[in-house]
């Protein structure tokens, strides 16, 4: 069956950082994107970055960008979210999920409509929590 796992999740001091993991299975990760998203308390779901491996294509949402990096391992079907200073704005539950590429992966107009924002496998998430 398809699974998408996350983990690194914790709690962590304003200016640390955390390295998030999603190991993907039951599906062909290079004909998939991988995107991050969060949601926190009482707020509604948001992208957080994008990956497809087959193209290079990354993408990141303005309120991480220059602090979050994404990156992906392909042999190990595995995409990464290397967070650094962190704030606490940032706590939030992080869910990976995966999108074809076929429905334009990191690009398609999808990413525009909340909060499944047309993935087609979701993640059960992992909390980060910013402490001040």
């Known amino acids: 069956e398809v699974q998408l796992v996350e983990s690194g999740g914790g709690l962590v001091q304003a200016g640390g950082s955390l390295r998030l993991s999603c190991a993907a299975s039951g599906f062909t990760f290079d004909d998939y994107a991988i995107g991050w998203f969060r949601q926190a308390p009482g707020k509604e779901r948001e992208g957080v970055s994008c990956i497809t491996s087959s193209d290079g294509t990354i993408y990141y949402f303005d309120s991480v960008k220059g602090r979050f990096t994404i990156s992906s391992d392909n042999a190990k079907n595995t995409v990464y979210l290397q967070m650094n200073d962190l704030r606490p704005e940032d706590t939030a539950t992080y869910y990976c999920?995966?999108?074809?590429?076929?429905?334009?992966?990191?690009?398609?107009?999808?990413?525009?409509?909340?909060?499944?924002?047309?993935?087609?496998?979701w993640g059960k998430g992992t909390l980060v929590t910013v402490a001040s």
């Open positions: 999920a995966a999108v074809a590429t076929v429905k334009r992966g990191c690009y398609g107009s999808h990413w525009l409509f909340p909060p499944t924002y047309g993935m087609d496998y």
